[in-house]
T-cell receptor, first 112, second 114 residues
Framework: GQQVMQIPQYQHVQEGEDFTTYCNSSTTLSNIQWYKQRPGGHPVFLIQLVKSGEVKKQKRLTFQFGEAKKNSSLHITATQTTDVGTYFCAGSLSGGYQKVTFGIGTKLQVIP | DTEVTQTPKHLVMGMTNKKSLKCEQHMGHRAMYWYKQKAKKPPELMFVYSYEKLSINESVPSRFSPECPNSSLLNLHLHALQPEDSALYLC?????????????FGSGTRLTVV
């Protein structure tokens, strides 16, 4: 079945440092979504990438979708304590909008 | 209204009990989902309803029984659960075509089976 690998599983950074998490799929994806889950909270949708090579920015967050639509990354510039949480990627197979496969998540700790 | 509301927020039940989890959304989304999330794990898909019809059952044991009474409501009926079923149960919704939008998740029901 479809697998979405995500690394690293954990990342500790000093406040102000940058952070990146990577997702890699075994199959070509139709789209990839990114979610943030704060400790004790629920996943919150951040963004969806659909096009090959797409890059989108949300303030300090930059999202990329690979040319082959098999990998994606989320980069946070100058982390803040409010960035703490687990970041999940979630990929949909080509043509399948109903079901996504979540990566294992990257838990980000920001040291003030 | 851009929320998915889940009740109850916490539930403790015995292995012989019958209980139900409820989920409601008024965003006009026609696809609704149940996910199960264990600690330090990603959400795991259980069921998908599209236009009030069950379209995906991820081989979930029959002690979990979903129901979609109308386009705004989704229930999960629980019966004879096991302690290993303790988890956060998340409801989510989205537009079926999903062109630009991801899931909107509810805040979840934290279930403990004793």
């Amino acid at each position: 079945g479809q697998q979405v690998m995500q690394i690293p599983q954990y990342q500790h950074v000093q406040e102000g440092e940058d952070f990146t998490t990577y997702c890699n799929s075994s199959t070509t994806l139709s789209n990839i979504q990114w979610y943030k889950q704060r400790p004790g909270g629920h996943p919150v949708f951040l963004i969806q990438l659909v096009k090959s090579g797409e890059v989108k920015k949300q303030k300090r967050l930059t999202f990329q979708f690979g040319e082959a639509k098999k990998n994606s990354s989320l980069h946070i510039t100058a982390t803040q304590t409010t960035d703490v949480g687990t970041y999940f990627c979630a990929g949909s197979l080509s043509g399948g909008y109903q079901k996504v496969t979540f990566g294992i998540g990257t838990k980000l700790q920001v040291i003030p | 209204d851009t929320e998915v509301t889940q009740t109850p927020k916490h539930l403790v039940m015995g292995m012989t009990n019958k209980k139900s989890l409820k989920c409601e959304q008024h965003m006009g989304h026609r696809a609704m989902y149940w996910y199960k999330q264990k600690a330090k794990k990603p959400p795991e898909l259980m069921f998908v309803y599209s236009y009030e019809k069950l379209s995906i059952n991820e081989s979930v044991p029959s002690r979990f029984s979903p129901e979609c009474p109308n386009s705004s409501l989704l229930n999960l009926h629980l019966h004879a659960l096991q302690p290993e079923d303790s988890a956060l149960y998340l409801c989510a919704s989205r537009t079926p075509t999903g062109a630009n939008y991801g899931y909107t998740f509810g805040s979840g029901t934290r279930l403990t089976v004793v």
